[in-house]
């Protein structure tokens, strides 16, 4: 495992925390965290993927983990670095895995370079062009964290309203767990802001012009329904060939399992090369 910092945009430049596992002339997947993640919570963990023989690529999102602060965080932004990471990487083209914002950001990278992406993992997506987003909500995330820090942002997301019961402690322990890897919580406060008001793409009609393999991984909404099945399902609908892989009903979602994930991924890197 080799960790590196890439700098990304015009002066002054972002720089973003990269790291690399895994067989170096493998299959190349690069994998996206979501809002309010870092690069430890897309495959939760797992080295399933560097241990099948894949060169995995994975970073913080700028103003997220140990990726330094931003002025921007819009969809631009974000997928002017995911291009970044890969040139700094030498990754000409690859599977790109990401979810919920990490998710948005390779659509957008795959609908304006196509030729830099072999296939797509698209997990637990939110962002639907036909419905406006709930900006109070993430405004008082945002506002939690600035004010309480953790714990505030903790408050803020109101976990018991949120999830059935069986799933508050759960929920409650990992959002601890995930904002405690943040070097700059103002930092992520302003992406919390920034990113729900910026848009990957117009319409989901958009997905209709990609042209290679594809998974979208979806949730059920008892376990996380700031995800929901039915967006999940409309991307898959979206984007042509793509296969919509869901938890059984009662389980925990395959976003949380990070070794089913990473099989699900592989077998994508399988299909795409």
Request: net charge negative.
């Amino acid at each position: 495992m080799t960790e590196r910092i890439v700098e990304t945009g015009s002066p002054p430049a972002v720089r973003l925390a990269v790291e690399q596992a895994g067989a170096a002339d493998g299959p190349p997947v690069v994998l996206l965290h979501g809002l309010t993640a870092t690069r430890r919570y897309v495959v939760m963990g797992s080295k399933a993927l560097e241990r099948g023989g894949h060169r995995v690529v994975s970073y913080d999102a700028r103003g997220h983990g140990s990726s330094s602060p931003a002025a921007s965080y819009r969809y631009e932004d974000l997928a002017a670095d995911l291009l970044a990471v890969m040139d700094a990487s030498g990754v000409r083209r690859a599977v790109l895995a990401g979810a919920s914002m990490g998710a948005h950001t390779l659509l957008r990278v795959a609908l304006q370079a196509p030729e830099r992406v072999a296939g797509v993992v698209v997990v637990t997506p939110a962002f639907d062009p036909d419905a406006p987003p709930d900006l109070e909500r993430w405004d008082a995330l945002a506002d939690g964290l600035r004010r309480d820090g953790i714990e505030g942002f903790v408050a803020a997301y109101r976990v018991e309203e949120q999830v059935p019961p069986a799933w508050v402690d759960t929920v409650r322990t990992v959002l601890r767990q995930r904002m405690a890897q943040h070097e700059d919580l103002l930092a992520v406060a302003d992406a919390l802001q920034q990113v729900p008001r910026s848009q990957p793409f117009a319409s989901l009609r958009e997905l209709a012009a990609l042209d290679v393999p594809a998974l979208v991984v979806a949730d059920r909404d008892e376990a996380d329904p700031g995800h929901p099945l039915a967006v999940g399902e409309a991307y898959a609908s979206a984007i042509p060939g793509a296969r919509l892989v869901v938890e059984e009903a009662g389980r925990s979602p395959i976003a949380w399992q990070g070794g089913q994930l990473s099989r699900a991924i592989a077998e994508l890197v399988a299909e795409a090369t």
